[in-house]
């Protein structure tokens, strides 16, 4: 019987807390800080944390769990945004270091199967670590960014596939054609199984929950549970690891069981007991199975591996990148990004280990060689992006274009007429009439309530850059941005606050990181009567010198009866006037009076 010793838990998820806060306070992931500190208070160092057979049971159900968490973050429609460029830096950044780890493994007299794994290891890359560095560097609307995502996930991807098979072939232990047949229609035959279950099972199951009404966050987290248990299992029938079978899982439950508010909630909750519970247990005890003794009888192969793994990744993706027709410059830069490690070569070389295909001591290296590369990611990244941008070849690429627009009010009407000159505009209302009039003046619109998501996907929310909340109902506004940006991911949410406002709604869009539509509180109803009778004049007036939106309201306060709309550059582009935009030298306010 397997006991769990409570205070032994209790030490190593404090451990992991620690570690895991120290690292993010210095700029890293978290599993960089739960790997030292295992390394630091297990065996390899002070010995004060020891792991036990309830441990790794919990390590193992964390690695299943973080798998079909992963799964679960990746949206396959993603990879488009990037496509032939991303491809081509994933296959670079993966080919080139894998060769070099499996021949450097060869010429120190490992086995092919270690260099294999050692391989795997070093080609993948960590998407969360390039997740957090680029929102920290401000880059998530650089083509470089939808280039390294696209990469991490293509690669790691391939290292998952490449590592079934290796799993598949110890499992069969034998080289002849009939046992490589068997393994290989096994594997073929479970994918072929996962991929119908994902695609024509789980969306009939989604609908049925639904109808029975069965939709509570507590009871669907536990139908995922027994999902991604099930296709371990399935994976380990088929000779194949289960952290397969949940990363198969997580990327058919993104895909369409649930809605995607409940999605949220529950990959939300996965993401808590796999990251804030279970995994953390995992990295920290993986700190415990190394050995710092390799410094001193396996130093050459530690600095070749880590050479390797950098050197491999970066001019890897940097010469597989040049067909692109983007410049080595950029594959350069894409290669530092993706030079950081993580949790899928750390699970990897575990497992490695676990079945006895790796030593120790090459776990140890994998384990020095994940963090030491990873350190390097924003350093290098910085000074690349950095590089690129004094030379004016940091390219900005917008995935996503057009407006979203609540109310079809005059006001609204009139908004969406000007900006839809030069964007796609959508508008949403709840009144028929006011719906109808949009039709009218050549303005497609939707139908529906502002609250809720089947109103937002009709509109084709997901591929909109700006949401626009124009309702006289200052709470149905701020709730609708809300839902914009939880459900939809809207990078750029403007509000209208109306004067009634006590404060808290101005407190709320910091919060939301929304913006103020108008840069000030505005009454929409008086605006709305104008422009409907006719009672209004537009005006232009153009500036000298930069300033922000707020302080030219502010300098135009002494005429009450103005409403800045609309922002005109040089080119003749119009965008809204909100309160966190800059007017710029030569660009002009369009506004009512």
Not at 38 to 62: K, R
Not at 132 to 150: E, F, G, H, S
């Amino acid at each position: 019987m397997v006991e769990l010793n409570i205070v032994n838990l209790l030490m190593v998820l404090l451990a992991a807390w620690l570690g895991g806060i120290f690292a993010n306070r210095i700029g890293f992931p978290s599993i960089l800080g739960e790997l030292l500190i295992g390394i630091m208070l297990g065996p390899a160092l002070f010995g004060i944390l020891e792991t036990s057979d309830a441990l790794n049971i919990l390590a193992e159900v964390g690695i299943l769990f973080l798998m079909a968490y992963i799964g679960m973050e990746i949206n396959f429609k993603d990879l488009g945004k990037a496509s032939w460029a991303g491809f081509l830096a994933a296959i670079g950044g993966f080919v080139v270091p894998f060769a070099l780890g499996y021949y450097t493994i060869l010429f120190f007299d490992g086995t092919q199967l270690a260099g294999l794994f050692v391989g795997i290891a070093v080609g993948v890359t960590s998407l969360a670590t390039k997740s957090r560095i680029l929102v920290d560097l401000k880059l998530l609307d650089t083509r470089i960014a939808y280039v390294l995502m696209a990469g991490a996930l293509i690669s790691d991807t391939l290292a998952l596939i490449i590592f079934a098979g290796i799993i598949g072939f110890v499992d069969a232990g034998s080289v002849d054609s009939i046992g490589l047949a068997w393994v290989a229609g096994k594997a073929i035959l479970y994918f072929c199984l996962a991929v119908s279950i994902g695609i024509y099972i789980f969306p009939l199951l989604g609908k049925l929950l639904t109808k029975a009404k069965l939709t509570g966050r507590t009871l669907l987290f536990g139908i995922l549970v027994i999902i991604v248990l099930g296709f371990s299992e399935l994976a380990e029938l088929a000779g194949l690891h289960g952290i397969l079978g949940s990363f198969m899982a997580g990327l058919f439950i993104r895909e369409g069981i649930f809605s995607r508010q409940v999605l949220k909630d529950v990959t939300g909750v996965f993401h808590d007991v796999s990251i804030g519970f279970l995994a953390p247990i995992f990295f920290v005890t993986a700190g415990f199975h190394v050995t710092l003794e390799i410094f001193q009888t396996d130093l050459a192969l530690l600095i070749l591996i880590i050479v390797g793994a950098v050197v491999g990744k970066i001019l890897g993706t940097t010469l597989f990148y040049l067909p692109s027709g983007y410049g080595w410059r950029e594959g350069f830069t894409i290669g530092t990004g993706m030079n950081g490690r993580g949790a899928v070569e750390i699970i990897i070389a575990g497992i490695g280990l676990q079945m006895g295909i790796i030593s120790q001591e090459i776990f140890s290296i994998l384990v020095f060689m994940a963090i030491s590369t990873t350190l390097t990611v924003p350093i290098f990244l910085t000074w690349t992006t950095n590089w690129l941008k004094k030379r004016g070849e940091l390219v900005k690429q917008a995935a996503r274009n057009g407006y979203l627009i609540l109310g079809a009010n005059p006001l609204g009407l009139y908004i969406a007429k000007q900006l839809a000159e030069q964007s796609e505009v959508i508008l949403i209302d709840y009144n028929k009439d006011l719906v109808n009039e949009a039709y009218a003046q050549g303005l497609k619109a939707i139908y529906g309530n502002g609250l809720r998501e089947d109103a937002f996907e009709e509109a084709d929310a997901l591929s909109k850059n700006t949401f626009i909340a124009l309702t006289g109902n200052s709470e149905i506004n701020l709730l609708s941005a809300q839902l914009a940006y939880n459900s939809f991911y809207i990078p750029n949410r403007i509000v209208l606050v109306s004067p009634v406002e006590d404060g808290a709604g101005v407190n709320l869009l910091d919060h939301m990181d929304a913006s103020s539509m108008f840069a000030n509180k505005t009454d929409l109803v008086p605006w709305s009567y104008k422009i409907s009778t006719h009672d209004f004049k537009e005006s232009i007036e153009k500036v000298n010198k930069e300033i922000t939106t707020r302080n030219w309201v502010k300098k135009n306060s002494n005429s009450k009866d103005i409403l800045p709309i609309l922002i005109l550059d040089e080119t003749g582009h119009k965008r809204p006037f909100h309160y966190k935009e800059i007017i710029r030298p030569k660009e002009s306010v369009i506004y009512l009076q």
